[in-house]
């Protein structure tokens, strides 16, 4: 079963909190001279058009990407994403939205590289053109749990792991945390990213219980929801689980998400940032 398609989100709130803490990862990499692996167990499409009908008949990013992209008050934090999605766009307009594979593009050097997977019959082709004159990229069309803990450790001991699937098994749920705590055995030092949606709290719940009782030290949680936990609504809220964050991640999500709530919420909308387990 392979519906899903990131066209229809690209830019969305999740996208802005997802796309920003990667950025920040990605930019911390950056400071080190020696090349890293970056991991995409799950890429998408690289790229989206935010004019093409997809995401016009969602027109999710408007409640997202839409609402930042031109706010002159922008904290120190994020000014790196904001500066990065207005690099893929003319002066004042917002036509294109980079998926986490653009992301990972923009801060590629040449001694990393970057390993991608993806499934869906469409996305792989659109993923396959968009890296095409990308040499340190390597695009598969496999399965990405198993393609992550096939090419760990990296062999220069420095990798970023994002591990973004879309939910739409519940088995995604389990899974995605059972692969990092596999991974984490295989190359315990690495930066591992996993993003989820806050639909069924239970389901999150059951996450945070499988990661503290594995042997993963250092893991950071955020989340921040637009609205108060129903199963009424779909996607109520999002979030992800950092193994390994940069040290001052946590600090700047502090300074970050206050900024995200006032321009993106509501009155019910809030965030948290929890040190889950400590180093
Ligand atoms: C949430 S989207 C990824 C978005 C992307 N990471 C980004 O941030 O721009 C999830 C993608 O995973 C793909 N997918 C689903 N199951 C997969 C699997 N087992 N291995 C690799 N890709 C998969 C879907 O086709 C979809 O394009």
Redesign the pocket.
């Known amino acids: 079963m392979?519906s899903?398609?990131?066209a229809f989100?690209?830019g969305n709130f999740a996208?802005v909190l997802?796309?920003s803490v990667?950025t920040l990862v990605l930019e911390y990499m950056t400071r080190k001279e020696k090349g890293f692996y970056y991991i995409?167990?799950?890429?998408?499409?690289?790229m989206?058009s935010l004019a093409d009908e997809y995401a016009q008949k969602t027109g999710e990013f408007k409640d997202g990407i839409a609402k930042l992209i031109n706010q002159q008050d922008i904290p120190e934090a994020l000014i790196d994403y904001i500066d990065l999605i207005q690099s893929f766009n003319a002066p004042d307009e917002l036509d294109y939205y980079?998926?986490?594979?653009?992301?990972a593009k923009y801060f590629d050097r040449r001694q990393d590289s970057a390993h991608l997977?993806?499934?869906?019959p469409t996305?792989i082709q659109l993923l396959t053109e968009y890296c095409q004159r990308w040499h340190k990229s390597h695009v598969n069309q496999?399965?990405?749990?198993q393609?992550v803990l096939s090419l760990l450790p990296p062999p220069s001991r420095r990798g970023v792991v994002?591990i973004?699937?879309?939910y739409?098994l519940k088995e995604?749920y389990p899974k995605a945390v059972d692969t990092i705590i596999k991974a984490y055995k295989k190359f315990a030092t690495g930066t591992y990213i996993l993003?989820y949606p806050v639909v069924k709290r239970e389901l999150v719940e059951k996450m945070q219980t499988q990661f503290t009782q594995s042997e993963i030290k250092n893991l950071l949680q955020v989340e921040y929801c637009q609205l108060n936990d129903t199963d009424e609504y779909g996607m109520t809220g999002t979030g992800l689980f950092i193994v390994n964050p940069p040290w001052h991640l946590n600090s700047q999500l502090n300074e970050i998400l206050p900024f995200i709530k006032a321009k993106l919420g509501n009155s019910q909308s809030h965030f948290s940032v929890t040190q889950l387990i400590e180093e």
Do not use: V
Not at 40 to 46: F, P, R, Y
Not at 117 to 120: I, N, Q, V
Not at 142 to 145: E, L, T
């Open positions: 392979l899903y398609r990131h989100h690209a996208d997802k796309h990667l995409d167990s799950h890429s998408g499409a690289g989206y980079p998926g986490s594979p653009a992301i997977f993806e499934l869906h996305d496999s399965d990405g749990y393609g994002l973004d699937p879309p739409e995604d993003w």
